[in-house]
Nanobody, 130 residues
Framework: QLQVVESGGELVQPGGSLRLSCAAS????????IGWFRQAPGKEREGVSCITSSDGINAAYADSVKGRFTISRDNAKNTVYLQMNSLKPEDTAVYYC??????????????????????WGKGTLVTVSS
């Protein structure tokens, strides 16, 4: 069964850093596009970052996190990370990881490449507060 599981969410102070993990079971993440999403209370889910499969890997970010967040892969651990730096209170949300086996992977992507994802995790809560 295909599954991704997020971990690493916790309470962190503004300006701090946190690394979220997305671990796959039942499939090899090397071949999948991975997206990070978040949903704040009372708001719609929004895309945060998107990374392509390991062949021709590239990434995209939401404007609100660009320069602060970094998505990366560790193929040996079958895990994708979201490194979050300079955290702000408005980053508070449940963060979700999602995977999709894309039929076509372009040379470069924008965030909307992760608009449609097949396998979703249950989320991990990140709270940024003093």
């Amino acid at each position: 069964q295909l599954q991704v599981v997020e971990s690493g969410g916790e309470l962190v102070q503004p300006g701090g850093s946190l690394r979220l993990s997305c671990a796959a079971s039942g499939f090899n993440l090397d071949y999948y596009t991975i997206g990070w999403f978040r949903q704040a209370p009372g708001k719609e889910r929004e895309g945060v970052s998107c990374i392509t499969s390991s062949d021709g890997i590239n990434a995209a970010y939401a404007d609100s996190v660009k320069g602060r967040f970094t998505i990366s892969r560790d193929n040996a651990k079958n895990t994708v990370y979201l490194q979050m730096n300079s955290l702000k209170p408005e980053d508070t949300a449940v963060y979700y990881c999602a995977a999709d086996l894309k039929g076509i992977v372009p040379v470069s992507i924008t965030l909307d490449f992760c608009d449609r994802m097949a396998v979703w995790g249950k989320g991990t809560l990140v709270t940024v507060s003093s």
